[in-house]
């Protein structure tokens, strides 16, 4: 991370921590006062645009729970599959064999 990129991150950190909208021209200003020379005004109108209307402190509270939610629904869909699986397997093991018919009779690629 550059220091540009950590620069305006914690300007946002410093911000949301005041209760303060994020906006470019505040970020700016932290970043002047902090005496940081070489950020260029784009990462500032992007934190601001990324962090616009978010609360910067929920998304820090809640940086690992959002993994919970989606994994019920997948292994709800995992047991449902389950049911057909044995079929597929018929399936599979049939192929199997065609195929090892081809290698009994001598045939090979590199014969």
Known sequence: MSNAEL??????????????????????????????????????????KALDGKDVKDLLLNVGSGGGAAAAPAAAGGAAASGAAPAEEKKEEKEAEKEESDEDMGFGLFD
Not at 9 to 37: F, N
């Open 7 to 48: 620069a305006a991150s914690y300007a946002a950190l410093i911000l949301a921590d005041d209760g303060v909208d994020i906006t470019a021209d505040k970020l700016q200003t932290l970043i002047k006062a902090a005496k940081v020379d070489d950020i260029e005004p784009i990462w500032t109108t992007l934190f601001a």
